[in-house]
């Protein structure tokens, strides 16, 4: 044999060899070679255009957030906000969104939180600016005579809008200002005098004698004085607060102080948003006044009267119905009811005499949580049979 022969297989390929004995052993099949995985094209303008409408989106946000904080295009507008004791976060941003002093609850929240605000807050009722930024609204909702008030043995009460003079006898008495039978008297048979030309002393003897008058806001009272001497604070308070501008469109309005300050108790117990809602409910009402149809003649329909009536009668709620016999029913009385049902706020005041001017007849609550305004009948009766209608 060929000596070169011999030595062949010294040049067989080891590894080739190793592969195909395993194969025909295993009856595995040799991976096929790797795909190359092909290159896709960077598209610039697809990127710069994402990176445009990003910034633009955040921009927008950004300003819409800056503007909310730092009050940069929000008018200048004062409303009255009232603190109670125990309004947490949440209670106040809302209370502060529906008066229209910041658009952003969940925001001012937030703020509340990281800046510690809350603890800045006070309980009481506040002139606020919509020209206030976050910062402004808390330090304009700091009380800095609590301390001074616990010295001198003074009681601060905050008395909601809306109260009516039964709600505020029971807030004065649960807070010790006075007794429960104290207060009733004071409001039901005193002697004023004619430094308070408004009450009704045709109705002396009756707990709604001063309906309406009990000015709604924040006092301090001391525990020493009278039941008189605390009623009487709140009348001044009205007769401070119903003057100067206010008290002359009053007086050249057609109507009367007394009607003014009925119609604001209906609006403040209809209203569930800010001063524009309140100003179309009063437009509504005066329509039905002044310009009646053949739907509603000059009914005002108003719910919250009855519920006065209901009250005032020492019924239960279940007895409400449209045709309860009382002249607080406005379903069956046109025009205003007896008097006031309830003792309102200052912008219900300034809506009652100074109405938008629509030709709405009709207003519903809606699920959004806003009031919504009609013209005619057939549009509120969609409405409220609509999956938007909210009822009460």
Request: with cysteine; charged share 25%.
């Amino acid at each position: 044999m060929d000596e070169n022969k011999r030595f062949d297989t010294q040049n067989w390929d080891t590894d080739a060899v190793r592969r195909k004995i395993m194969n025909e052993v295993d009856g595995a099949v040799e991976p096929a070679p790797k795909r190359k995985r092909r290159k896709l094209k960077f598209n610039w303008k697809i990127y710069v255009a994402a990176v445009l409408l990003g910034s633009m989106l955040l921009a927008g946000l950004g300003w819409i957030l800056a503007n909310d904080m730092c009050a940069l295009d929000k008018g200048d507008e004062t409303y009255s906000v009232t603190i109670e004791e125990g309004d947490g976060i949440f209670t106040i941003a809302s209370k502060l969104k529906k008066a229209g002093l910041i658009r952003l609850s969940g925001f001012f929240v937030l703020y509340e939180i990281i800046s510690g605000a809350k603890d800045d807050i006070d309980p009481g009722t506040y002139e606020l600016n919509t020209s206030m930024d976050y910062r402004s609204l808390v330090h304009n909702m700091y009380d800095p005579e609590a301390e001074r008030r616990e010295q001198e043995g003074l009681v601060l009460i905050t008395i909601p809008e809306g109260y009516s003079v039964l709600q505020i006898v029971d807030l004065l008495a649960e807070n010790g200002i006075a007794t429960k039978e104290e207060l009733v008297d004071a409001v039901s048979n005193f002697d004023f005098g004619e430094e308070y030309p408004f009450i009704d002393n045709s109705l002396n003897g009756q707990i709604n004698r001063m309906e309406g008058y009990l000015f709604p806001d924040t006092y301090e009272f001391s525990k020493q004085k009278s039941a008189v001497y605390a009623i009487d604070t709140l009348l001044t308070n009205f007769n401070n607060r119903v003057s100067g501008d206010l008290l002359a469109q009053i007086e050249e309005s057609d109507y009367s102080l007394k009607e003014i300050i009925t119609l604001a108790s209906i609006i403040e117990k209809e209203a569930i948003g800010d001063y524009e809602e309140r100003a179309n409910i009063s437009s509504v009402f005066h329509n039905r006044m002044e310009r009646s149809n053949s739907e509603t003649g000059n009914l005002l329909q108003s719910d919250a009267t009855i519920h006065y009536a209901i009250r005032l009668m020492g019924l239960e709620e279940s007895d409400f119905s449209t045709s309860l016999d009382s002249p607080y029913n406005t379903y069956i009385h046109g025009g205003l009811p007896k008097g006031p049902i309830c003792n309102p706020s200052l912008a219900s005041i300034r809506a009652a005499v100074n109405p938008n001017d629509t030709n709405y007849y009709y207003f519903a609550y809606g699920k959004d949580g806003v009031s919504h305004f009609f013209r005619t009948y057939n549009e509120h009766l969609a409405f409220i049979n609509s999956d938007m209608y909210a009822p009460e």
